[in-house]
């Protein structure tokens, strides 16, 4: 697996563009010469070789490139600490990793000029209605270079219908960031267990919708860049918005 977008922007946005160690700018400035040059590097705190630094059996294979898994170092540290893996733990690295992110997450509160991070939508991106979902393998398509996933449904009447959306839901929450990175025949067999789910709600008369969305992420310290969103709603048979 490769470390996807969505990791990356959260990682360098909350490091603030430093080094967690040695705090070092990691974009260096154009010269009169030559374009900028990107001196950072997004290290893996558990390696997912079982030769590589920290490495961790019992750490689940899915999280290796998750943003959680990483720390943002300049390419000096980033040797350093793998190199002396025993003194560099991960623990260590993950305490060095909120410590840095907590002082830069201070530093921006402190500037009153910093307008704050928000999500906004663009009217001409927001889908005019919601596409009918039949199978997992739609799900997983639409989850795809998504950043985040929006969902909704409709009001629930018994324990069995909110059981029954809930771990539909859950489902599509806990593989759908993933999608692009699942190897072909996880995706598959994910693919056929979602389609049973959608099977199973239809039996109980819902039906799954869903669209995809590009909203704005602004300001922070990444400025302004596209948030791709999917919209899965789960919405009765009878419900004439749809």
Known sequence: MTITDKPRKILWGRSGNRCAICKQELVIDTTCSDDESVVGEECHIISGRPTGP?????FPKEQIDSYENLILLCRVHHKMVDDQHETYTADFLRQTKANHENRVSEKL???L???????????ENIPSCLLRITSGKQLLNLAD???????????????EEVELVGRFLQTVRDWGDLGPDL?????VRI???????????????FLVFGAREVQ????????????????????RKTNKSR
């Open 145 to 159: 270079d998504s950043y985040e996933l929006s969902f909704d449904h409709d009001e629930l009447d018994s324990q």
């Open 109 to 111: 509160d402190d500037d």
């Open 191 to 205: 693919g056929f267990e979602l389609t049973e789910y959608i099977r199973e709600l239809e039996d109980v008369d």
């Open 113 to 123: 000029t910093r307008r704050s991070v928000r999500l906004r939508r663009i009217k």
């Open 183 to 187: 190897e072909p025949s996880d995706r």
């Open 216 to 235: 704005v992420l602004e300001a922070g310290v990444g400025g302004r860049s596209d948030w791709p969103v999917a919209i899965i709603h789960v919405l």
């Open 54 to 58: 920290r490495y961790d059996p019992t």
